[in-house]
């Protein structure tokens, strides 16, 4: 995973402009932790983060002031309607071309 970081960092997410990278965490506690310090604006989580389910995550990250938006990633498309339904904001395919992800986090980063 961290290696699929890694390459995302690069490709994409240092390009996008108003963002700025917190953490890069392995782990919901963690990611609930920082969230809550940073006071974040956007979530870039992976759907298979391990600690939590998506559903009671996403619902704690809502919770946060100021509420931050939450764009999940994953494999599976039909994953993407689950995580949409528990509130994620958007979603993007793991498979999807990296300018996707750019336009995504521009359009709830800025």
């Known amino acids: 995973m961290q290696d699929f970081l890694a390459i995302l960092w690069q490709s994409v997410i240092a390009d996008v402009p108003g963002i ?11 990611l609930y932790r920082i969230a809550r310090q940073a006071r974040v604006h956007l979530v870039l989580v992976d759907g298979k983060l391990p600690g ?8 704690y990250l809502h919770e946060l002031d100021p509420r931050p938006k939450v764009i999940v990633m994953g494999n599976e498309l039909e994953f993407g309607r689950k995580f949409l339904h528990f509130g994620a904001d958007s979603y993007v395919s793991k498979g999807d071309q990296p300018e996707w992800l750019f336009e995504t986090m521009c359009r709830y980063g800025a």
Do not use: T, W
């Open 20 to 30: 700025q990278v917190v953490g890069v965490v392995g782990e919901a506690e963690k």
């Open 52 to 59: 939590k389910s998506m559903d009671p995550l996403i619902a």
